[in-house]
């Protein structure tokens, strides 16, 4: 009986072939096993010879292409010119996270990240980010366990962690554009994006109305744009007409549009009940659609998708579908992933991460929030530094 299928892995010996000589007949031959493999080899029965002088034209009748795309990649300067995609460090929202102590505390999961010192710390950080053009960054609170509360309270304590930050940033760097999270989970006992009812049910119009006073205090103390990230329906509306009847329609509200209940978040993977009531399914496209169409029209005045490499249809399809920026978060798990092939050698950890950013760019993305925004921005700058 004929042999019809073969297993691999099979060592195999390739026919090289050249343009413009006739193709060498082959029959298979099988040899039997060797080390629990199939092992198969191509006999070569007709052998070409191969040019004494390797440089010699191997056809003297070149192809008739009336377009050949090549010709446009022949040497730097062209393929420079030519290129479709740009980035630069004004493209790039850089996370930072906070905490109210004095020393900068490494992320073991997030090499190279540290939970800053807000007074000291954070603002050396931030003059780095600037000193290579990156002047865009978002705050991410650690706050006390002794804060916390089911109903996130101190979410909008004009004296909290976030508002002090600000207010200290704003002083230190007038220029700064600042983004905050307006987001229920750091703040509560349960970790999640809404109080939770004690059948688990995440209660949406009352923490909305919670989340209205958190974005009031984030723009009194000075913050440009107040990020809705946690998903809940009907916040954008409810925050902007929060803002403007305080007197803030110049702060901006980048609205986490569409946040899928990704693998790749990595701090909250510790939270109890799952948020996919108030997350997007990963396999859904149209859904992320109406999410942004309905944040458009509350009046968001950006939109943002999250994780950013595993969403680049998303992205796209944002891009075609609205006139308003679009943002991409490069969320912990993209960034760590990165960093650990590069630190196992696997690939080439900097061409990696241009690479990624890169792409969301070409996807569609006028924003990335990246933990690289330091480590892209300073090679964008042409600038040697280690990390």
């Not at 010709?71 to 004004?90: F, G, H, L, M, V």
């Not at 704003?170 to 600042?178: A, E, H, S, T």
């Amino acid at each position: 009986m004929a042999l019809s299928i073969f297993r691999f892995p099979c060592k195999i010996r390739e026919q090289k072939s050249y343009v413009g000589l006739r193709a060498a007949s082959c029959k298979v031959r099988i040899i039997p096993f060797q080390s629990k493999d199939i092992a198969c080899q191509l006999q070569r029965i007709e052998a070409p010879s191969i040019p004494s002088n390797p440089a010699a034209p191997l056809n003297d009748q070149p192809l008739q292409l009336s377009r050949r795309a090549r010709r446009n990649r022949k040497c730097p300067t062209q393929r420079d010119a030519y290129q479709e995609t740009d980035i630069s460090p004004a493209n790039l929202i850089y996370p930072l996270f906070i905490h109210e102590g004095e020393v900068d505390i490494p992320i073991t999961t997030m090499p190279g990240r540290y939970m800053l010192g807000w007074r000291h710390g954070l603002v050396e950080e931030v003059a780095r980010a600037r000193d290579v053009g990156v002047n865009s960054i978002k705050l991410y609170p650690k706050v006390p366990e002794a804060l916390k509360s089911p109903t996130g309270e101190e979410a909008f304590n004009d004296n909290g962690l976030v508002p002090r930050t600000v207010r200290l940033l704003k002083d230190r760097f007038p220029d700064l554009v600042i983004y905050t999270d307006v987001n229920f989970d750091e703040y509560s006992t349960t970790g999640h994006g809404g109080i939770v009812r004690e059948d688990g049910v995440i209660l949406n119009d009352e923490t909305i109305h919670q989340l209205r006073k958190q974005a009031v205090s984030q723009a009194r103390a000075g913050a440009d744009v107040v990020c809705t990230s946690e998903m809940l329906d009907g916040r954008v509306g409810a925050v902007r007409a929060a803002l403007d009847a305080e007197g803030f329609q110049h702060v901006s509200i980048m609205s986490y549009s569409v946040k899928y209940t990704s693998s790749l978040y990595g701090r909250f993977r510790q939270v109890e009940l799952d948020k996919k009531t108030y997350q997007i399914n990963p396999a859904n496209s149209r859904e992320a659609l109406l999410e942004a169409r309905e944040d458009e029209a509350e009046g968001a005045d950006i939109l943002m998708v999250k994780p950013a490499l595993q969403s680049l249809d998303i992205i796209r399809l944002l891009k075609d579908q609205t006139l308003l920026p679009i943002g991409a978060c490069q969320v912990s798990g993209e960034y760590s992933m990165i960093k650990a092939a590069g630190l196992l050698k696997m690939i080439d950890e900097e061409k990696v991460m241009m690479e990624s950013l890169i792409c969301m760019r070409r996807a569609g993305a006028d924003l990335i929030l990246t933990y690289f925004a330091l480590q892209a921005a300073t090679k964008l700058c042409g600038k040697s530094k280690q990390y």
